[in-house]
């Protein structure tokens, strides 16, 4: 019989948590990637292992401490990202989607450095998108309960909402990374969980471990823990 206990109302849990920039290769040197600390997704990922769960962190980034009884995979691309998510999505109970993905790579990564021209010429890059990750995994759900983040400098409720829905989410964190101490790098935010047919729920400005929490409690009490 599997129990759960209020304190760790995430007991016999599998979480996957993502987390980081992803880094999209020019040559062997250089990359593209974006200003995401990976913070968030590491704060999610001790405040589910301190409620119980059994914790997989796909992390882009590698400067941080991994948290205690937390297992860590690292990963570079977004391509990377979506061959690990999609072989653990299948024993996962709940997702937490933090990594901020790039959403283009080079057309072509160069085997070797690519070198200055003689003439100095200008240099233009070709740019393709990444596989949506989330939009893949969505007709793959059986059980699973799907947390998504989106990351927005303007329109954040109609730019969030869209995402909530296209991505077939069950909860949604929306971050005004424009705002000063909210979003991709310090150590505070601020943010606005949305749920389908749920009013918003918007936070105080409080520590990423204590927004960490919230969003984690908020997914227990909407039925994330099936009995
Ligand atoms: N995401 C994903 N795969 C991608 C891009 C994003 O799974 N290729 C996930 C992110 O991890 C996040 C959510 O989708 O949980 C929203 O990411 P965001 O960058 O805010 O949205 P996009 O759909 O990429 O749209 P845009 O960047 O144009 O706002
Ligand atoms: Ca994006």
Request: positive net charge; glycine residues 4%.
């Amino acid at each position: 019989l599997i129990q759960q206990t209020p304190d760790l109302p995430l007991a016999h849990q599998r979480v996957l948590v993502t987390a980081g920039g992803t880094r999209e290769a020019l040559d062997p040197v250089r990359y593209i990637s974006n200003r995401s600390s990976g913070k968030m997704g590491y704060a999610v990922a001790q405040a589910a292992r301190e409620m119980g769960a059994d914790v997989t962190l796909i992390s882009a980034t590698r400067n941080l401490p991994v948290p205690t009884g937390v297992k860590v995979v690292y990963v570079q691309s977004a391509a990377d990202l979506l061959a690990q998510v999609s072989t653990e999505f299948p024993t996962t109970d709940l997702l937490v989607m933090a990594a901020a993905v790039s959403d283009y790579r080079p057309v072509q990564s160069a085997t070797e450095k690519i070198k200055k021209p003689a003439d100095h010429a200008d240099l233009t890059l070709q740019l393709t998108e990444t596989p949506d990750i989330l939009k893949r995994l969505a007709p793959q759900k059986t059980h699973q309960y799907v947390i998504g983040f989106a990351a927005e400098t303007q329109h954040l409720m109609t730019n969030a909402q869209r995402k909530l829905t296209s991505k077939k989410l069950d909860l949604l964190v929306a971050n005004d990374v424009s705002k000063p101490g909210v979003g991709f790098n310090g150590d505070t935010n601020q943010v606005t969980l949305l749920q389908p047919n749920q009013a918003p729920i918007k936070t105080a400005l409080l520590s990423k471990i204590e927004i960490a929490r919230t969003i984690l409690t908020t997914a227990v009490a909407a039925g994330a823990v099936q009995a």
